[in-house]
């Protein structure tokens, strides 16, 4: 078992400098490819819907949490056409990222909301403006 051990752990040190780079930069560029695919999201559909003149029982504006849930039960109900609709655009790779969480602050999928502080909620929170 010893001698196994020891020659897998050869085989992995045993790769030149210039091979092991070689490998980062093949990992790093597989890695971009995988968190810029924009198939991951639907289509934009807002000319198809626009240009089809249909006409929904309920519009439900913001595909959140709640929003969807909502859409769904009411979709239920067979006769009643629901629409919802949210803002922006597919979000960038970044956002997959949570070490660069700070560099989405003022950027384009910033709505920059203000919010009141209370005394007595987020009590750990930092400024980060």
């Excluded at 010893?2 to 490998?23: E, G, R």
């Excluded at 439900?60 to 006769?79: F, K, Q, Y």
Aim: hydrophobic share 40%; glycine share 6%; net charge negative.
């Amino acid at each position: 078992m010893d001698s196994c051990m020891s020659a897998s752990c050869m085989a992995a040190v045993s790769q030149t400098p210039a091979s092991i780079f070689s490998q980062l930069i093949q990992v790093l560029l597989a890695s971009q490819c995988m968190l810029s695919q924009s198939n991951d999201y639907p289509a934009d559909r807002t000319e198809e819907i626009l240009s089809s003149n249909r006409e929904f029982d309920f519009i439900i504006a913001g595909g959140g949490t709640a929003g969807s849930v909502l859409a769904h039960r009411l979709t239920e109900v067979e006769d009643w056409n629901v629409l919802l609709i949210e803002a922006g655009d597919d979000p960038v790779a970044s956002n997959d990222v949570p070490g660069l969480m700070l560099s989405l602050v003022g950027g384009s999928q910033d709505y920059g909301y203000k919010v009141r502080r209370l005394e007595q909620s987020n009590l750990n929170s930092i400024d980060i403006q």
